[in-house]
């Protein structure tokens, strides 16, 4: 698959083997966690060196909740041996299989390079979005002059909705906060 590299978005996460007949751990990123097994394909990096790598599918056989975790069966991999090479691999979707959002709604993947704004003072861009369990923070990448020097810091925000974010244009691509 040669696609371009921008349009994939990562959903999860394949952990550490699970036993000895091949299955692995496995962390979803989506919003809810089962949705990840609705995504088709879903991709992994298959590097073939350091630096060169190919797209291939990820053929889940067999998904079930384990401990409040997934614990997924991989077609083809029946021991622990062969699970270990698909530990801490990420997981992969095309944004073109993300079903279309309306006005109101929006993806992460859309945040990003959002510029912030307080009180009409630009604060920085949205440079990667994390969580604390409790909610989502954007990290927002702020230069500032210094010694006649551009300097970088990092700014962390809550996504806290109303309280914090107070507007999200994506068309835009500007943030609104408190």
């Avoid at 496995?26 to 879903?42: A, D, G, Q, R, W």
């Avoid at 630009?122 to 954007?138: R, S, W």
Wanted: proline letters at 2%; glycine letters at 2%.
């Amino acid at each position: 698959m040669n696609l371009n590299e921008n349009k994939y978005i990562i959903v999860g996460k394949i952990l550490k083997p699970y036993g000895i007949l091949g299955w692995l751990h496995l962390f979803s990123f989506t919003e809810k966690k089962k949705n990840l097994f609705k995504y088709h394909p879903l991709l992994i990096k298959k590097f073939i060196s350091k630096k060169k790598y190919i797209w291939k599918k990820l053929l889940i056989q067999k998904w079930k909740i384990y401990k409040k975790q997934f614990i997924i069966k991989i077609k083809k991999i029946n021991d622990r041996t062969e699970a270990e090479k698909f530990n801490t691999i990420n997981i992969f979707i095309h944004e073109k299989t993300l079903p279309k959002s309306n006005d109101t709604e929006y993806y992460w993947k859309d945040i990003i390079g959002c510029t912030i704004y307080k009180k009409n003072k630009k604060i920085g861009l949205v440079y990667k979005i994390t969580n604390n369990t409790i909610y989502d923070i954007l990290i927002v990448k702020v230069q500032y002059m210094e010694n006649n020097n551009i300097n970088i810091k990092y700014k962390y925000i809550p996504f806290i909705e109303k309280k914090i974010i107070k507007l999200v244009n994506i068309k835009k691509k500007i943030i609104l906060i408190e």
